[in-house]
């Protein structure tokens, strides 16, 4: 079958080990079934393993992606949980097993004609979402989910900020939040962005670092390095930042008397459970919201989504579709 692989680590040059062709098709063994992918999302991880964050050499050649949509072997039209783990290990949240793996970091992932999953990772496709759309939101509209609604403790009606509101993760957060009735305020380095931002739903927009009107309940925090000093200065005393991803670096000062003085909180979040996919799934359908999807394009053309990804262009997602 047709796949793209990662066949080799480059921490400078991703695309180098970007692989497109011929790949043995899946033999699931038992309790796992074979899905026939319609559509598939492009994620930062995808880029991450490239690079050869969070996987190591001798795990290669890998299938890549996370997020699939398409039919099981009954025909029936099913969205694909990437979280491989053990809920009963870990007090009902498979997130919390240590033993946890997304799809494309032990098990071959999603950019394929077809792929194997667990059963249990199989949740019905809702009618109303296209394949497209379904591709999007197991990992960053799932991660935007758990961020929002699991980690940041926050009721409708609180005021939050997004950083770098062109992500996938950004606009999901702006779009989930702002159909749940949160106060959503964003920042990105571009004017194109802002005003993207506002149209998907953000209150106000702002240039990144640029002082707000007041200070925020909660941030989103996916940027990391170059955000994390006014992701602190934005939030009021007893604020929390929750935070999901860092691309831009992980080790920026931690400004500890900021964070006890003002008796902060940071709260990490990692995609999220498949209770709370299927309950993401009914939020889009009663609400209306839907992803933000920035292109679509054939599997075959993986490399011009993953270049406009490592590029920083985006507004939204990258689906390829089969
Ligand atoms: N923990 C989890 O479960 C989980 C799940 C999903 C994603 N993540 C992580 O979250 C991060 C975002 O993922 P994604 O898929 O949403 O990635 P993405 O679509 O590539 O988002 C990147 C966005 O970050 C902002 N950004 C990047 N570099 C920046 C810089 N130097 N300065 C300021 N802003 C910068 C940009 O916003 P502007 O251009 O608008 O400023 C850009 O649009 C990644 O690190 C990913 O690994 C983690």
Redesign the pocket.
């Known amino acids: 079958m047709f796949a793209v692989t990662a066949t080799r680590i480059d921490a400078d040059d991703p695309l180098a080990g970007l692989g497109l062709g011929e790949h043995p098709d899946p033999s699931p063994p038992d309790g796992w079934e074979t899905v026939t992918v319609r559509a598939a999302s492009?994620?930062?991880?995808d880029?991450?393993t490239l690079r050869g964050?969070g996987i190591s050499a001798d795990r290669l050649p890998i299938i890549l992606g996370?997020d699939a949509a398409g039919v099981d072997g009954t025909g029936r039209e099913v969205v694909v949980h990437s979280v491989i783990g053990d809920p009963g290990s870990a007090g009902g949240d498979e997130?919390f097993d240590p033993a946890r793996s997304?799809l494309s970091e032990r098990y071959d992932g999603t950019f394929a004609e077809r792929v194997m999953v667990p059963r249990r990772n199989l949740l019905p496709k809702p009618a109303a979402l296209s394949f497209e759309e379904a591709a999007c939101l197991p990992?960053?509209y799932?991660?935007?989910y758990?961020m929002l609604f699991s980690r940041s403790g926050l009721e409708p009606g609180s005021t939050l900020l997004v950083?770098?509101?062109?992500?996938?993760?950004?606009?999901?957060l702006i779009i989930l939040g702002r159909a749940a009735g949160f106060r959503v305020w964003?920042?990105?380095?571009?004017e194109a962005?802002?005003e993207r931002?506002l149209e998907l739903g953000a209150d106000q927009v702002f240039p990144?670092g640029s002082r707000l009107p007041e200070r925020v309940d909660a941030v989103m925090e996916?940027?990391?390095?170059?955000?994390w000093a006014h992701s602190l200065r934005a939030l009021r005393p007893g604020g929390r930042i929750v935070?999901?991803?860092?691309?831009?670096?992980q080790v920026p000062p931690a400004e500890l008397n900021r964070v006890f003085f003002l008796q902060l909180s940071v709260v990490?979040?990692?995609?999220?459970s498949r209770g709370e996919l299927g309950r993401l799934l009914r939020f889009c359908e009663q609400t209306g919201a839907r992803p933000r999807i920035d292109r679509a394009l054939p599997l075959a053309q993986a490399r011009d989504g993953f270049a406009a990804?490592?590029s920083?262009?985006?507004?939204?997602?990258v689906v390829f579709t089969l």
């Open positions: 492009l994620n930062h991880h880029v991450w964050v996370c997130t997304l990992t960053a799932l991660t935007a758990r950083q770098g509101a062109g992500g996938g993760v950004a606009t999901a964003a920042t990105s380095r571009s962005k802002q931002a990144a996916t940027v990391g390095e170059a955000t935070i999901c991803g860092a691309t831009s670096g990490g979040s990692t995609m999220g990804m490592i920083g262009e985006l507004f939204g997602k």
